[in-house]
């Protein structure tokens, strides 16, 4: 007799389904990114459908000797409903650490030389901004609003 016997056996003829969703499986996977922003989210108008703002994210690992940095093209869907997001996703400036979660899928495509290229692209769920990067503007506001406090 095996330690190891499944507790509950389910014949085989039951299909198997997934009890955490309703949904049915896709081919997206998800994905958790903290970086920072490789330059400051871009607003892509659209006639016909929401609009998209677009942008990169940075993220390094190893060693002082040996870092290594990665990119990631990050897209985000905007309508009605979410406008307030839109407009604090379009006012963070460049450097901004970001902890993003998505759906990851691969984009196949030939490059304008012919070779055929592949890029890892995600789908923004939901965004945490972990820290804004400070702009010079910023600082000379704030350094002004004290100076006028000390009057």
């Known amino acids: 007799m095996s330690l190891f016997r499944p507790l509950l ?19 997206a996977a998800k994905i958790s990114i903290v ?12 006639e016909n459908g929401p609009d998209i703002i677009r942008y990169g994210i940075a993220t390094s690992y190893g060693g002082k000797n040996n870092s290594r940095t990665s990119w990631f093209r990050v897209a985000y869907f905007t309508n009605e409903q979410n406008a307030r997001m839109k407009q604090l996703m ?9 902890w993003v979660e998505g759906d990851a899928y691969m984009h196949s495509f030939e490059a304008k030389d012919g070779t ?19 702009t010079p503007d910023a600082e ?12």
Do not use: C, M, W, Y
Request: proline share 10%; glycine share 8%.
């Open 35 to 46: 970086g920072r922003l490789g330059n400051a989210p871009e607003l892509l108008p659209s």
């Open 116 to 134: 055929p290229q592949t890029q890892l692209r995600v789908v923004q769920r939901s965004i945490e901004f972990l820290e804004k990067r400070r």
């Open 90 to 98: 379009l006012n963070l400036p460049k450097g901004s650490l970001v």
């Open 9 to 27: 056996r389910l014949p085989r003829s039951l299909p198997i389904t997934r009890a955490f969703s309703h949904t049915a499986p896709n081919s």
């Open 140 to 151: 000379e506001d704030e350094a002004e609003g004290e100076a006028g406090e000390e009057k």
